[in-house]
Every structure is written in C-alpha cells, then in structure tokens.
Antibody, heavy 124, light 108 residues
C-alpha cells in the first residue's frame, strides 16, 4: 500500500525559509522510474507543480520558482525534503507530495498517489 | 511559458454525459493526464496516457485526444462526480510539468 504524508510548519513569516518533509511508504525511491514531486495549490486556485526528484537523484524544478527551491531525498528514511526560500504571502497554499512515475524520457511524468497535503500560511 | 486551457465550468444533469476539454500546443506529442479533486481532498488520478484508466476508476470515465485538444468524458454522470477536474501534461521537452486551470463540474 502506497502512502505519502507531508509535514512541516503551518505558519511561516515573510522572508523565512520553508522546509517540508514528505515521508512515504509502499515503494522505493531507488527503483528505476520512481520519483517524488511537490505540488501546491493556493486556496481556491489551481494546482502548480514545483519540483521533482528521481531514483537517480536527478532534480527538476518549476522554471518560475527554481531559484527559490531545493529538493533532496534520504532513501534510507523514505523521505523527500523541499525547501523554499524567501517566503511571501502569495506562497500561502496547500503543499502536496506525490509519487511520480516516468513514462519515457520525452513524455510527461504523472502523479498516481498523493499525500493529504499540508496548509502553509505565510503571514507576519 | 506553456499553458493548458480548460473551461472554468461544466454543468450536466444526472445520467447525462459530461465532456471537459483541455487545449495545449504540445498535446499532439505529449500525453495528458486527468485528476479529480473533491473539496478538502487531494487530487485523484482518473485518466493517464490520454485514455488509460487506473484500476478502481469507474468505466464511465474515459479520455480521448485529437490534435491540440484532449477530452475527459464522463458518461452517465452521478452526483458523486461533482468535483474539480484538472488536466496535466508538459511542454514539448517533456520536462516542465503543467496543470490546466481546472474545470468545476456541477451536477444539476
């Protein structure tokens, strides 16, 4: 059974750095084709993909946010960590981690299992 | 930056067929995926690789592709299908993941 769970602070102040942890079970991030992504959703708005890390430790970031994001993994702990610097109130959102599968190198990845999400509010 | 365009809302009566479209220039070459999201819940994958249905997803959900538009079709809509639906794909390189703006399906 595949499960993912996000954890991190519910409230951060503007300019602070956000650190979120995704703890998963039911699959291994060492398996070829396996990845974990972070996706966010501001209240009442659409989903936005943020970052992905794959089984080979390759990392991919949203073009618009890549200067602020860092994704990393601890395979032994089954955890993926996302940091986002210089937080702003517009970054208020529910942040999801999702198991991500590769189809082929030139085709889009997709998300077959999602965590329940964690709401992060940015406010002073 | 690459965009996927969905209608903001679609309304149908129970038992009818709902069609939700998603348009993007790279869709002739890139697979599309569809997610259902009910209020307060995480998204659920309902269609992958344009038209494949994951196990556990009802047969009334189907997907198709034609040119720059992909379509999610829900046949015999039920009240429980009322939700937001998002398409997802990537730009022509395949590395920049993009979601559509979402479509709110209302079952009248």
């Amino acid at each position: 059974q595949v499960t993912l769970r996000e954890s991190g602070p519910a409230l951060v102040k503007p300019t602070q750095t956000l650190t979120l942890t995704c703890t998963f079970s039911g699959f291994s991030l060492s398996t070829s084709g396996m990845c974990v992504s972070w996706i966010r959703q501001p209240p009442g708005k659409a989903l936005e993909w943020l970052a992905l890390i794959d089984w080979d430790d390759d990392k991919y970031y949203s073009t618009s946010l890549k200067t602020r994001l860092t994704i990393s993994k601890d395979t032994s702990k089954n955890q993926v960590v996302l940091t986002m610097t210089n937080m702003d109130p517009v970054d208020t959102a529910t942040y999801y981690c999702a198991r991500t599968l590769v189809v082929t190198a030139q085709q889009p990845v997709y998300f077959d299992y999602w965590g329940q999400g964690t709401l992060v509010t940015v406010s002073s | 930056s690459y965009e996927l365009t969905q209608p903001p809302s679609v309304s149908v009566s129970p038992g009818q067929t709902a069609r939700i479209t998603c348009s993007g220039d790279a869709l002739p070459k890139q697979y599309a995926y569809w997610y259902q999201q009910k209020p307060g819940q995480a998204p659920v994958l309902v269609i992958y690789k344009d038209s494949e249905r994951p196990s556990g997803i009802p047969e009334r959900f189907s997907g198709s592709s034609s040119g720059t538009t992909v379509t999610l079709t829900i046949s015999g809509v039920q009240a429980e299908d009322e939700a937001d639906y998002y398409c997802q794909s990537a730009d022509s390189s395949g590395t920049s993941v993009v979601f559509g703006g979402g479509t709110k399906l209302t079952v009248l």
